[in-house]
């Protein structure tokens, strides 16, 4: 074990913030993950948080301002358990970094993507509650932790469309598997936003706020943007930038690992795959000669919005070995793109590209 609980083959990238993923391998072990193996990402100290002067502030363009405490959310309104995955914007950065330098990020690899059941209160009952102006268009939220950027205290927060809030079952979070949250991972109250990139799912949630324009913090109007390749740290324009909130669909291969030596036969590939919003993982086709020819893959857990789901294949390595590639389709016959060139970008977010593993074979 190590500290916070985490796992002895958890990956620690930094500890003050504390940010750490599993081996992808040991993730594709069970749908929903142990709380040790489960990813961490932390853009500042994990705040202490007294559950029992806790409240949770709703305001904005709202009937009523509201403050509840965890009393109010867990007996005021019904009680939803629901599985959920979480992925960062900067999973699979690593393959991004191959193609060129992305100073200053943390340098995920795979493992930046976990599944739990939380339990909660829906988003939208408690917004129901709180009786929404129609002039509202977005749900902000901001976190109790403190994150330094250029000498000031910025906080965390972001928005999602109120749109989605509403028909994604956004939850508002205090049990994560069946045990109150972790200080890690929240505590005392979290949102999780199904189909979204993780860093909407905010932490030691403090206040909800109803308005008509997304977020001006700086991690959604700043942060969390994606610019073309063309465009680096000297170049940019932080006005323009694509705001990151839907995942797009993407796979990683879990086993084998990049540069495994396989026996002959048959070889079994595994991994999973993420569809955003509120698209499901369709189909996952499997190559082993990096991409000329393809077969499709078995899925092994069911499709549901919100939740990855792990396929597996048995392909044949052709002698001296081989590149095997994964792709996968959502239900909007989306798929993922074959250059990673084509949507490198200088923070490294969303990399969605074909998996790639190259094996030598016996
Ligand atoms: N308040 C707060 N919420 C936060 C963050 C944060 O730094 N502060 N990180 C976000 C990001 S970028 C991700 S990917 C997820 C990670 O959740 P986890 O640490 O429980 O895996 O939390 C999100 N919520
Ligand atoms: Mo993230």
Not at 29 to 52: C, I, K, M, W
């Amino acid at each position: 074990m190590q500290p916070h609980g985490k796992h002895s083959d958890y990956v620690v990238w930094q500890t003050e913030p504390y940010n750490g993923e599993p081996p992808a391998a040991l993730l594709r072990q069970s749908l929903v993950t142990p709380l040790d193996l489960f990813y961490t990402r932390n853009h500042g100290p994990v705040p202490e948080v007294d559950a029992a002067t806790y409240r949770l502030s709703i305001d904005g363009l709202v009937r009523a301002s509201r403050s509840l405490s965890l009393t109010d959310l867990r007996e005021g309104f019904p009680r939803v358990t629901q599985t959920t995955t979480l992925q960062c914007a900067g999973n699979r950065r690593t393959d991004l970094l191959a193609v060129a330098p992305i100073p200053g990020e943390v340098p995920w690899q795979d493992g930046a993507i976990s599944t739990a059941t939380w339990g909660g209160t829906l988003l939208r009952d408690v917004l129901a509650e709180a009786g929404v102006d129609p002039a509202a268009r977005h749900v902000a939220f901001m976190g109790l932790d403190h994150v330094e950027r250029h000498g000031h205290d910025v906080g965390f927060g972001g928005s999602i469309p109120l749109a989605a809030a509403l028909h994604l079952d956004a939850l508002l979070a205090f049990e994560m598997n069946g045990a109150p949250l972790t200080p890690l991972h929240g505590f005392p109250l979290r949102l999780v936003v199904p189909g979204y990139i993780g860093a909407r799912s905010v932490k030691w949630l403090a206040s909800l706020t109803l308005q008509p324009e997304p977020s001006t913090q700086y991690f959604q109007s700043h942060a969390y943007k994606v610019f073309p390749p063309h465009i680096g740290p000297q170049t940019v324009d932080w006005e323009q930038g694509l705001m990151l909130g839907e995942l797009s669909i993407t796979a990683a291969i879990t086993t084998p690992r990049d540069g495994a030596t396989v026996p002959v036969g048959p070889l079994r590939v595994e991994g999973y795959a993420m569809a955003g919003g509120s698209r499901t993982v369709e189909r996952v086709d499997v190559s082993s000669d990096g991409g000329a020819t393809w077969q499709v893959a078995r899925l092994t857990t069911p499709r549901q919005v919100g939740v990855w789901v792990f396929w597996e294949a048995d392909v044949d390595v052709p002698p001296g070995g081989g590149e095997i590639v994964a792709r996968a389709w959502d239900s909007a016959a989306n798929t993922q793109p074959e250059d990673i060139r084509a949507i490198w970008n200088f923070k490294g977010y969303m990399n969605n590209a074909w998996a790639r593993v190259n094996v030598h074979r016996l």
